[in-house]
């Protein structure tokens, strides 16, 4: 493993361990100052943001993309061209959302059915809107260190940032108990971000403003926000739904599950964010023989790790809740399978998305429109059947057609130049290796571990216990397949 990879992962992994642990305070000191709905309120705010981010179109994707060959190659004209567009772009973008989001404030009466907040329901909502537009004035600083493979100098500033704000926070919500400063400090993060990469950029780079607009990123971001679409619709539909057909409460109880869900995808997504601009190198060098080599070793990979995280997680995550949020917040053990079925499928798609994004592949916007309806269609169906359930399940429903069938086939033919029946004969390798681990430690975990949890000690013995029986379970499954012994011994020379 090269240094820069080892750094990365090392920066990674600490910012990411450190702000999982404040988010988990702020979700406990939210939920008992400012009470379950209005910590549903803000989980509600926040995937409505979401929509309001579409404005993007794709331009930081196909942007990034654009950056990889002229930084290789030192094309100063052609990256000058890239960075030139997006500025030109996202200073739009921002009075854009600034102005939509504003005239939103007349239909916000008629998604949240509560009088709780009164007129200042509407100025947490602005606040909000001005954030997001915020974001976008130093937007491209990020996407232009990431792809000069600066990944960690990003993590760094973001980390930095996210930990200092989030104690900001959780001491406003203490001492002040009010939302307004709470969102007040997200503001003030965002501009302690831009002073940060601002300095960074205007001390390492000499980017000059040219006329004209890259065609390139134009006809890439077309495609792609038909997929971010689709992402915005299967992601931040849920609580909308709830909202909806349940309560802002029982939006508050899924989404501290979701914190969770949240934390696992960043863990594994740490080593998809240091790959990403290593992988779009090595794709723009290499020939497919070589790209798709590549793409089976970080697969199976993947599904290692995917799997002893959802069995720990299977095992720990109910009495963790408990001692965490209270009894109040305890989810059936039915529903908490459904969520880490799609938990499953996020954690081991990101390695094909990383080489379809690498290819520049983004002209299949046919199957976001695809994944989006399902996933829209069934969960209002089901939630007035089944409630929470039905929501999970529409979201499974649309990840298994979409997500782990139809995409990968895609880019095995598109990107690897392989039939759609070699990547379903892998998968059902790794997921029987998979179901095989899970019965496994299941049965070895009921006849070692102790069912009852009084305190954080016992879940921190607890956990070591599932952990170290579920690594070594999981790896010794794997050691059957040919490809994870050669992964382990790479590894170990280097």
Not at 48 to 68: E, K, P, Q, R, T
Not at 165 to 186: D, G, H, N, P
Not at 443 to 467: A, H, P, Q, T
């Amino acid at each position: 493993m090269n240094i820069k990879l080892k750094n990365g992962l090392k920066i990674n992994l600490i910012i990411t361990l450190a702000t999982s642990f404040l988010s988990f305070l702020t979700n406990k000191y939210f939920s008992e100052y400012m009470g379950a709905e209005t910590l549903g309120l803000m989980r509600l705010f926040t995937q409505i943001i979401a929509y309001l981010n579409l404005a993007d179109m794709g331009i930081g994707v196909a942007s990034a993309y654009s950056l990889y060959k002229p930084l290789s190659e030192k094309n100063e004209y052609q990256v000058n061209l890239v960075i030139s567009t997006v500025d030109y772009f996202y200073k739009r973008i921002a009075i854009l959302i600034l102005t939509i989001g504003l005239f939103f404030n007349l239909f916000l009466h008629k998604l949240i059915e509560t009088n709780s907040y009164g007129y200042l329901l509407y100025i947490y909502w602005s606040l909000y809107v001005l954030n997001t537009a915020v974001s976008y004035v130093y937007a491209k600083y990020s996407i232009l260190f990431t792809a000069n493979q600066e990944y960690e100098k990003v993590r760094l500033i973001q980390g930095s940032g996210r930990v200092i704000f989030q104690i900001l926070q959780i001491i406003c919500l203490i001492k002040l108990q009010s939302f307004l400063f709470f969102i007040i400090v997200m503001i003030l993060e965002n501009l302690y971000l831009f002073l940060f990469y601002h300095r960074h950029y205007e001390s390492n780079y000499n980017i000059k403003k040219v006329k004209g607009i890259d065609k390139n990123i134009i006809k890439d971001s077309k495609n792609l926000f038909w997929h971010k679409l689709g992402g915005v619709i299967v992601f931040n539909t849920d609580y909308i739904v709830l909202s909806k057909f349940t309560s802002l409460v029982t939006i508050a109880i899924y989404s501290s599950y979701l914190i969770v869900y949240q934390m696992l995808i960043t863990l594994i997504g740490i080593l998809s964010n240091v790959l990403t601009p290593i992988i779009g190198k090595f794709v723009a060098e290499n020939e497919k023989k070589d790209i798709y080599i590549k793409w089976q070793e970080m697969y199976v990979f993947y599904f290692y790790i995917s799997t002893i995280f959802i069995i720990c997680t299977y095992n720990l995550i109910i009495p963790f809740v408990k001692l965490w949020l209270g009894e109040e917040y305890i989810l059936p053990n039915l529903t908490v399978i459904l969520i880490l079925i799609n938990l499953f499928i996020q954690m081991t798609r990101g390695v094909t998305e990383t080489f379809k994004m690498a290819e520049g592949f983004f002209d299949d916007t046919y199957a976001p429109f695809l994944e989006s309806g399902l996933n829209l269609i069934f969960s209002i169906v089901l939630v007035q059947k089944i409630g929470l359930d039905g929501v999970i399940i529409g979201t499974i429903i649309s990840n298994v057609v979409v997500i782990l069938i139809l995409k990968p086939i895609l880019v095995f033919k598109r990107c690897f130049e392989k039939s759609g029946l070699e990547y379903l004969k892998i998968s059902g390798i790794y997921f029987f290796l998979t179901g095989i681990s899970i019965v496994l430690c299941q049965l070895l975990m009921e006849k070692i571990l102790l069912n009852n949890i009084g305190s954080w000690l016992d879940w921190i013995f607890k956990s070591s216990l599932v952990g170290i029986i579920s690594l070594f379970v999981v790896t010794i499954v794997f050691l059957l397949d040919g490809k994870f012994r050669k992964i382990l011994k790479k590894y170990k020379r280097g």
